[in-house]
């Protein structure tokens, strides 16, 4: 049964200071450390913990020789607790952004290249339906996107997820199925054909990623899967206008996602070679925060992308 006292007495003597404290002793396992981060002494952070647990009643953190470690509720009110400052965070945001004129606002993530190449299109979209919207885009790998969903920094990320197992406090909404394809440029000798082998392709030059990437892997898994040999390669680069470039300027193949193409710049001169590789077992999707109505921006942003991949 919940403690009708607790839940009376909390939003009258909660103090920001002393959530503050317990936030940053939580992420740091030490009275030291957190007074370090939030510029307090170890005995004013003591204090604040203190505090807290005489406000709700219970033991937060249980002292250790070496550190502390929380007990069972100061697991439970962690994520409430950093959900609150997350707020605040986005609170200031949307002051700052009705401060500079804009009617609304909508932060997002994608990963680095290749992010979703049609996303530009989709943003436009919207904002041509929302004139005076702000949009931000934030690009970084999935653990650093999963940790700004969970502060608030942004309300939704665009993932692959082949590469990604979205916890449990996340929400997920499939936008489309990726595939592989290999590309050439219009005026390349194998361009006009309408059936192809690999051997064949095997013998043409072609531009690659560093076997370092994402990308790379993907086009190993996928050949794996059809028990075909990798191509070897004259040219290696991570940036997609390079490989995009060698094609079309340097006779080479190049391995491409069917999005990419679809949206590239100087897509009229290129070729998707008639070559069947599979879809990845699991497609592109928009990552959120469990237990938040999205806003409505959120939700036409998804909408736009699923009728851009629809319309591919």
Known sequence: MPDNGLIHRLPRRLKMGELRAFVAVM??????????????????????IAGLEETLGVRLFERLPNGVEPTVHGLSLAPRAVAIFGELRRAAQDIEVVSSGAKGSLRLGIVPMPAIPFLPIAIKRLTDAHPGIFVSVVEAMETDLVDRLRKRDIEVAILRLSSFDPPEDLQVAALFEESLCVVAGRDHPLAARTHL????????????????????????????????PVPRHTVESFAINIQ??????????????RSQVAFAPGKEFLVRLPVDL???????????LGGYEQSPLAQQLVAHIRSLAAAM
Request: aromatic share 12%; hydrophobic share 45%.
């Open 27 to 48: 992420e740091h396992r030490s009275f030291r450390k957190a007074a370090a981060v939030v510029n307090l002494t170890q005995p004013a952070i003591t204090k604040a």
């Open 197 to 228: 082998t690999w051997p064949e392709l095997l013998e043409q030059r072609w531009v690659m990623p560093p076997a370092d990437c994402y990308f790379f892997e993907y086009v190993i898994r996928t050949l794996d899967k059809l028990d075909l």
């Open 244 to 257: 995009f470039g060698m094609a079309l300027h340097g006779g080479m193949l190049s391995f491409g996602l």
């Open 278 to 288: 599979p879809s990845s077992a699991r497609p592109v999707g928009a990552v959120m």
